[in-house]
């Protein structure tokens, strides 16, 4: 199983509406990382885990908030958000943090009304 | 500090025809160099890596890149395109840490 699943693969959501992206995978991978992309544009980190800790936040306002409960899960919970952050929400995982591949869920789509 | 240089923004490519995507990377260490391809409304899905060895590197679907040290390059090509090739690719850098540095990205349009 070399998956990385999203769920949902599309959300719209109001401007004070709470919400949660979810991400799974079970390859053993013990870094997750969250990443946004806008159209057009290549991916933006936002968050790494490494072994089910928060170890890089790359400046990401406090209306996203991550999640690690276990190895093979990641949330990434929405509050507040503006209709700029709009965007795919990508999630990924590799075996390790570090200069290894990462494997890409399909991403969510993400609307703010 | 690492940034990626993708050469070319969009490549309109015959099916059947040989297509080259342009990637050059500066960085003041030893990098690990990848592709990616995502298709429309689709995830990332890797294409090919350079680790270390062999600067020809082969990878899915055809695709194959040759690393080159010396003009800081990792350039993409496929002998024969598909129209299912039709997707934006990405090239990526990541020094020895976590994270990984993602070129503009080229839009491959491959019409009949």
Redesign the interface.
Same mark, same amino acid.
């Given at each position: 199983d070399t998956e990385v699943t999203q769920t949902p693969k599309h959300l719209v959501m109001g401007m004070t509406n709470k919400k949660s992206l979810k991400c799974e995978q079970h390859m053993g991978h013990r870094a997750m990382y969250w990443y946004k992309q806008k159209a057009k544009k290549p991916p933006e980190l936002m968050f790494v885990y490494s072994y089910e800790k928060l170890s890089i936040n790359e400046s990401v306002p406090s209306r996203f908030s991550p999640e690690c409960p276990n190895s093979s899960l990641l949330n990434l919970h929405l509050h507040a958000l503006q209709p700029e952050d709009s965007a795919l929400y990508l999630c990924a995982s590799s075996q390790v943090m570090g200069p290894t591949e990462a494997f890409f869920g399909q991403g969510t789509r993400l609307t703010v009304v | 500090a690492q940034s990626v240089t993708q050469l070319d923004s969009q490549v309109p490519v015959f099916e059947e025809a040989p297509v080259e995507l342009r990637c050059n990377y500066s960085s003041s260490v030893s990098?690990?160099l990848?592709w990616?391809v995502q298709y429309p #409304?689709?995830?990332?899905?890797?294409l090919l !890596?350079y680790?270390s060895g062999s600067t020809l590197v082969k990878g899915i679907n055809g695709f194959e890149a040759e690393f080159n040290k010396s003009q800081t390059s990792f350039h993409l090509r496929k002998p024969s395109v598909h129209i299912s090739d039709t997707a934006e690719y990405?090239c990526a850098v990541?020094? #020895?840490?976590? !994270?990984?540095s993602?070129?503009?990205?080229t839009t491959v349009t491959v019409r009949a």
């Amino acid at each position: 199983d070399t998956e990385v699943t999203q769920t949902p693969k599309h959300l719209v959501m109001g401007m004070t509406n709470k919400k949660s992206l979810k991400c799974e995978q079970h390859m053993g991978h013990r870094a997750m990382y969250w990443y946004k992309q806008k159209a057009k544009k290549p991916p933006e980190l936002m968050f790494v885990y490494s072994y089910e800790k928060l170890s890089i936040n790359e400046s990401v306002p406090s209306r996203f908030s991550p999640e690690c409960p276990n190895s093979s899960l990641l949330n990434l919970h929405l509050h507040a958000l503006q209709p700029e952050d709009s965007a795919l929400y990508l999630c990924a995982s590799s075996q390790v943090m570090g200069p290894t591949e990462a494997f890409f869920g399909q991403g969510t789509r993400l609307t703010v009304v | 500090a690492q940034s990626v240089t993708q050469l070319d923004s969009q490549v309109p490519v015959f099916e059947e025809a040989p297509v080259e995507l342009r990637c050059n990377y500066s960085s003041s260490v030893s990098v690990y160099l990848f592709w990616y391809v995502q298709y429309p #409304n689709q995830g990332l899905q890797l294409l090919l !890596k350079y680790l270390s060895g062999s600067t020809l590197v082969k990878g899915i679907n055809g695709f194959e890149a040759e690393f080159n040290k010396s003009q800081t390059s990792f350039h993409l090509r496929k002998p024969s395109v598909h129209i299912s090739d039709t997707a934006e690719y990405f090239c990526a850098v990541s020094p #020895n840490d976590y !994270k990984l540095s993602f070129g503009a990205g080229t839009t491959v349009t491959v019409r009949a």
